[in-house]
Nanobody, 119 residues
């Protein structure tokens, strides 16, 4: 059974950093497209970053860095200079076909990890 498991979320003060990790298990292939999305209650899900194209939503450019260990199929999101508006549930996504920040629906999703930025 294919699973994506996120970790690394938590509470941090503004200006702080967090590193999210997504571990893929269950016969994922290293050529799967992978990325991070987020959701705030009452709002639509939004793309944060896609590792295959090294794409970032404008709000996160220069602050977040996406990376991947392809051999182990682990996806990371280094989040620096965090702001209160970064507070959300962050989801790892993967798919055997391409998707972008704004189009395509990934086939596999993690359960989400909460990030809270507050003083």
């Amino acid at each position: 059974q294919k699973r994506l498991v996120e970790s690394g979320g938590g509470s941090v003060q503004p200006g702080g950093s967090l590193r999210l990790t997504c571990t893929a298990t269950g016969n994922f292939y290293s050529d799967h497209c992978m990325g991070w999305f987020r959701r705030v209650p009452g709002k639509e899900r939004e793309g944060v970053a896609i590792v295959d194209t090294t794409s970032y939503a404008d709000s996160y450019k220069g602050r977040f860095t996406i990376s991947q260990d392809k051999a182990k199929i682990i996806l990371y999101l280094q989040m620096n200079s965090l702001k209160p508006e970064d507070t959300a549930t962050y989801y790892c996504a993967a798919s055997p076909y391409p998707f972008t920040l704004v189009s395509g629906t990934p086939k596999y999703w993690g359960q989400g990890t909460q990030v809270t930025v507050s003083s």
